[in-house]
């Protein structure tokens, strides 16, 4: 697992330093309550994490799972007053992209994304280069594994004052497009995670988990 930031950690991204404590107290009672687990299966697959698995071998994982857009619901209405007439000129928003057929279309060159982890096994699976754009908690590892350990991407860096300029998008787009490693590298990905839902290595998991739970049963 590679090093993390301090100031990425989950309790720290919101809210005050009570409301801090309390998160971080609930994620050790988390963490506790997985001692001594025989299994802990997770989305993702074992060639994107080979050493974790290695060193912790009750994890199991069973991915890449992306979700399907009939299983999500359809999204609130709340939007300020005039909201859509000045972001009309920028953009149209939907209430659900279907992001599974986007990224799966071939003129689809780049995924500009917030790193969250369903969207970067998407990203993966579909064998789109990513364009990283993290916010919140974990989404910063995440982008340290798109970018230094899978290379298959590039971040975007903020300016002294904290903006992303276009600039900087326009930079980094026109770096991950000439970069060929990228794109060999992410179809390598590509192909590593179909496998392993077809006839590799999450499959074998899924497998040995269902009997194990037919044994306790």
Known sequence: MPLMDPRHFAWLCIGDTAE???IFRH???????????????CNSFYEIESPTYDTFPNIRPIGPLVPRPDHVEKSGTGYPEGFFGRVAAYGKVVGWCPQKKVLAHPSIACFVTHCGWNSTLEGLNNGVPFICWPYFADQFLNQTYIVD???VGVGLKANEDGIFSKEEIKSKVEE???????????????????????EGSSVENLLG???????KS
């Open 27 to 41: 994620s050790n009672v988390c963490i506790k309550g997985l001692e001594g687990v025989e299994w802990l299966i």
């Open 176 to 198: 991950m497009l000439g970069d060929e490693g990228i794109r060999e590298r992410i179809l390598k990905l590509k192909e590593e995670a179909i496998s392993s839902v077809t």
């Open 20 to 22: 801090n404590k309390a």
């Open 209 to 215: 988990f269902m009997e194990a739970m037919k044994g």
């Open 149 to 151: 350990i899978w290379k």
